[in-house]
């Protein structure tokens, strides 16, 4: 079927932590201006509808009219329709017993940082770097984030393997959390880099967790590959995957880790707690990976429309602004420091004078991140429009 992404698609009063819980962000964000008429752009799900075989699935949970206690293996397919998938879209062989259910793209990953690291250890990220990793990291696991920079070539970014060799060689830091494809720069990574990062860290005996839940969504023409496939001892790295970013299924918290060793897996599954998923979720993966095809080609090639849209409008009328063409995710790594302006006006004239909101770039970045903006795109156009033409008239008279 084609789908109409085009269409606006009202999420108000659905518990849309976007646009009804816009309100919350008064309280964590100061200058903020927050109306009917503000244009959410900071968080990393889509305005657009998911598969149809999706929300079938959906229904025919619904009208079962009882949701119980639900086990994801109580179904085959919820295992082996994420191994055909993997298979097809980025061929890479998995099989069925290598797929942990877990909740969320953070259970996983937190369970594994706790399992392969003490308190006050060092987990290393590679900034800019999706920025709850570092909050998670140093609030709520009690260890260091430790910062491998990446370098910045005129918006095209690539990994410090010299400084990621030295972090790695400290014997405190004890696991990578990789991102692959990396949110927010966009890249994604090649097989020369992905060998590098693992031989490194297999030197040093760090520990990768490899977090893949964009791999989905990529530029025409452009692979992604599986960091478990370079890797060479599977016992050195697992890798999470997931519907949520997916197929805009982030709602059902319901992600997948990729474990190929047998050994790791015992030690990972002995202390990680029993999965329980909603029925949702399990019935959501099955139609999603099954069946979830051809909506994922029409749905990649509309957020690349937009990126290129949007590229295009500010090469035109924000000329200032650097942003390259991310290879993968769907989101922009907006370089405002031309202006010549302060982070915080940066902020003000776009979170308040346009009313949209993004993510100010300190959440990936601390230290390097205050004039950048990270936008998310995968809403319908028009909604993009209006969105750059607010911020375009907002930087006019610096134009
Ligand atoms: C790289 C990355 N990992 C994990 C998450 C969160 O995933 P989950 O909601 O499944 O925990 C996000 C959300 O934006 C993300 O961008």
Redesign the pocket.
């Known amino acids: 079927m084609k789908y109409d992404f085009d269409k606006v698609i009202d999420r108000h009063g659905t518990y849309s932590s976007k646009w009804d819980g816009l309100a919350g962000m008064k309280k964590r964000v100061t200058n903020i201006n927050i109306d009917e008429n503000t244009i959410p752009m900071m968080v990393?799900d889509m305005d657009l509808q998911s598969p149809q075989p999706v929300i079938e699935a959906m229904h025919r949970v619904a009208d079962h009219m009882m949701y119980g206690y639900t086990v994801a293996n109580a179904d085959p397919k919820y295992a082996e329709s994420l191994c055909r998938w993997f298979k097809d879209r980025h061929d890479w062989i998995i099989s069925p017993d290598e797929v942990t259910c877990s909740h969320?793209?953070?259970?996983a990953?937190e369970h594994a940082v706790k399992l392969f690291s003490n308190e006050g250890d060092g987990i290393i990220v590679m900034r800019p770097v999706?920025g709850?990793f570092s909050s998670a990291i140093e609030t709520e696991w009690n260890r260091k984030a430790v910062s491998n920079h990446l370098i910045n070539d005129n918006g095209y970014y690539t990994i410090d393997f010299a400084d990621l060799e030295e972090k790695c060689a400290d014997p405190n830091n004890k696991v990578l959390i990789f991102?692959s494809p990396a949110?927010p720069v966009g890249r994604v990574w090649t097989e020369e880099e992905l060998k590098k990062v693992s031989e490194i860290c297999a030197k040093h005996d760090v520990f990768v967790i490899s977090?893949e839940?964009?791999c989905d969504h990529l530029r025409k023409g452009v692979k992604h590959i599986p960091f478990l496939k370079v890797c060479e001892d599977k016992s050195k790295a697992m890798v999470l995957v997931?519907i949520?970013?997916s197929f805009n299924m982030?709602g059902l918290?319901c992600?997948n880790a990729i474990i190929q060793d047998k050994g790791l897996q015992a030690k990972f599954m002995e202390t990680y707690p029993w999965v329980m998923p909603t029925p949702f979720a399990v019935a959501g993966q099955i139609a999603a990976y099954t069946e979830g095809d051809e909506w994922m080609d029409q749905v990649c090639e509309y957020i690349e429309g937009n990126i290129d849209w949007a590229l295009d409008f500010f090469k035109q009328n924000m000329p200032k602004l650097k942003v390259a063409k991310p290879e993968g995710t769907y989101c922009l790594w907006m370089d405002f420091s031309d202006y010549g302006l302060s982070g915080d006006e940066v902020h003000d004239r776009i979170y308040i004078n346009a009313n949209v909101v993004l993510q100010d770039g300190t959440v990936h970045d601390p230290e390097y991140g205050q004039c950048y903006q990270r936008m998310c795109l995968p809403c319908a156009r028009s909604v993009l429009k209006e969105a750059c033409e607010r911020i375009a008239k907002a930087f006019e008279d610096v134009k």
């Open positions: 990393a969320g793209t953070f259970g990953l999706y709850h991102c949110n977090d839940v964009h997931g949520n970013k982030a918290s992600s």
